[in-house]
């Protein structure tokens, strides 16, 4: 077994090394540890240099920090995206590229039901009020809404997406979804019916969004797809900020376009929305700092199991698994 330097570049994952002393002491022994403290470019550029392993998480991995990575051979990125890495460049350089596989299958999808539930319930207006010393409830009065027997329609029919319509049929949701590289619904023990894009938007009462972001699907949803939506149905992005036409959506929410949303994603890969943003001061929509993947349990499963037992295989000569590159 070869020694190895492994880069970790962001702080949420600095238990990494602790953490493989304890489970895999022979194979510790042979790695040296290096710990971001910042993740900025600036850093990560000085840093690289002679390091073989990349553990990432949030922080980006863009061209002029690989183009100084002399030696690095595998980046284990701790997330099932990997939007933050310039791909291009890795596989210029022969660098292998993973991610965690099933990471934010759970708490994705459950956050998703939180954020259709709290729309349609009005939940953070509710709650406001009460804090605020109100009692809204003659206002309130047919003006929240039931899940049951809606239709969710799913943009990205994957493992998340698979998961969060599992839930949703527990709620005794139907099932829509477009997905063009879904070949069927053979592992679902319930119906689920591929329909377009265009039929899924003029037809579902809750949609959600689970596509990764390319060029293809950046701003997807935009104007003209809000506008073919009912005006009785909620969006839930839980993907990516840049999907979906932030400004577009605000005004539609202004408008009364779509009754409501929830959204757990902003602008880019890990992004607050910007400073005076129009959807910060809407109360049909419901706002989360991108804890989708962020609890306790899938935090520890996909750092420091699933990508830290891919590092070990790595690192005892095995091919690493759920490799993107």
């Known amino acids: 077994m070869k020694n190895v330097k492994i880069l970790v570049t962001d702080t949420i994952v600095h238990r990494m090394p602790d953490i493989t002393a304890e489970k895999y002491p022979e194979e510790n022994a042979h790695i040296e540890w290096v ?6 470019e600036e850093e990560l550029v000085r840093l690289v240099k002679d390091v073989d392993i990349i553990v990432g998480a949030r922080h980006p991995i863009k061209t002029k920090i690989l183009e100084n990575a002399d030696k690095v051979f595998f980046i284990q990125q701790c997330s099932a995206g990997y939007d933050n890495l310039d791909l291009d460049t890795a596989r210029k350089k022969s660098i292998t590229v993973s991610h965690s596989g099933s990471a934010g299958i759970i708490p994705v999808a459950e956050l998703v039901m939180t954020l259709m539930l709290a729309a349609a319930r009005s939940i953070p207006k509710c709650h406001n009020s ?7 409830f003659p206002e309130m009065i047919n003006k929240t809404y039931e899940v049951n027997a809606k239709t969710l329609g799913i943009i990205g029919l994957g493992k998340i997406g698979a998961q969060t319509a599992t839930l949703a049929h527990g709620l005794q949701m139907k099932i829509q979804y477009f997905d063009p590289y879904r070949k069927d619904t053979s592992d679902l023990d319930f119906p689920a019916k591929s329909v377009s894009l265009e039929e899924l938007l003029k037809t579902s009462d809750f949609i959600s969004i689970h596509t990764l972001m390319t060029d293809e699907t950046y701003h997807m949803i935009g104007k003209n797809e809000l506008e073919m939506m009912k005006p009785t149905a909620y969006l839930i992005n839980t993907s990516r900020g840049s999907i979906c036409d932030e400004d577009a959506l605000a005004d539609a929410l202004e408008n009364n376009v779509i009754a409501g949303a929830g959204l757990d994603v902003f602008g880019g890969h890990h992004e607050p929305p910007a400073e005076g943003s129009k959807i910060l001061k809407l109360d049909n929509v419901v706002l989360t700092p991108h804890i989708g993947g962020a609890t306790a349990e899938d935090i520890y499963r996909n750092f420091f199991v699933t990508s830290l037992d891919n590092i070990i295989r790595v690192i005892r000569g095995e091919d690493p ?3 993107v590159s």
Do not use: F, K, R, S
Request: aromatic share 12%.
């Open 130 to 136: 009460m804090a605020n010393g109100e009692w809204i």
């Open 321 to 323: 698994l759920y490799v």
């Open 35 to 40: 710990l971001a403290e910042t993740g900025d």
